[in-house]
């Protein structure tokens, strides 16, 4: 069964400090791998997916397939990325995108 | 710039009523899902479609039925509201499988 695990509900870090939100899937196949973040009273938006390898608000995040993750990382963390993150999977040619429990990132000054 | 739209921020109803959410999107979207999102269990896959007239279901079908009679329109149905289906809804629309999801506002749904 395709399931997305996110082992963290909240994470507390300080301004300036590094940030690391876990993600890991099951899936038989080769997914797509995305994260989507949800600000306070916005509607919820992607933030990056693995296949464009991009940086977005200085995120990145790694697919590594030999341990089914998809950790999502910044450097130095800023208070407005205080959000909820989600992490979510979409098999080829399937068209289900299935999410996380979701993590609730507080930077605090 | 996509637009997912939901008819209503917030809802109440009564149990054992009909409840209709309904949602459009503006860009030709192929795939349109309805989530149910609850603190500590994230979205949760209600139904989605990926042609109109077409519907699979997703992780928790139980007590819901959508309808997509058109491309744009895809309807999210109660049959008979109950408590435990108070909840946020989100409506997402994607243009073909593995590509970006866009979302509705939301609509705070309780029945009581």
């Known amino acids: 069964a395709q399931r997305v695990t996110q082992p963290e509900k909240l994470l507390s870090v300080f301004k300036g400090a590094p940030v690391e939100l876990k993600c890991n899937y099951s899936?038989?196949?080769?997914?797509?791998l995305f994260w989507y973040v949800q600000y306070s009273r916005q509607r919820l938006q992607l933030l990056l997916r693995?296949?464009?390898?991009?940086s977005i608000k200085g995120f990145t995040a790694d697919l590594n397939k030999g341990e089914t993750s998809f950790h999502l990382k910044k450097p130095f963390a800023q208070e407005e990325d205080s959000a909820m993150y989600y992490c979510?999977?979409?098999?080829w040619g399937w068209g289900k995108l299935q999410f996380g429990a979701g993590t609730q990132v507080v930077v605090t000054p | 710039d996509v637009k997912v739209t939901q008819s209503s921020r917030y809802l109440v109803k009564r149990t054992g009523e009909k409840v209709f959410l309904e949602c459009v999107q503006d860009?030709?979207?192929?795939?349109m899902f309805w989530y149910r999102q609850d603190p500590g269990l994230g979205l949760r896959l209600i139904y989605f479609?990926?042609?109109?007239?077409?519907?699979e279901k997703g992780d928790i079908p139980e007590g819901y039925s959508v309808s997509r009679e058109k491309k744009e329109r895809f309807s999210l149905i109660l049959e008979s509201a109950s408590t435990n289906q108070t909840s946020m809804y989100l409506c997402?629309?994607?243009?073909?499988?593995?590509?970006?999801?866009?979302f509705g506002q939301g609509t705070r749904l309780t029945v009581v």
């Open positions: 860009m030709d979207h192929e795939n």
């Open positions: 997402a629309s994607s243009l073909t499988a593995n590509t970006e999801a866009f």
């Open positions: 979510a999977l979409s098999g």
């Open positions: 479609s990926y042609d109109v007239k077409m519907k």
């Open positions: 693995h296949i464009s390898r991009e």
């Open positions: 899936y038989s196949g080769s997914p797509e």
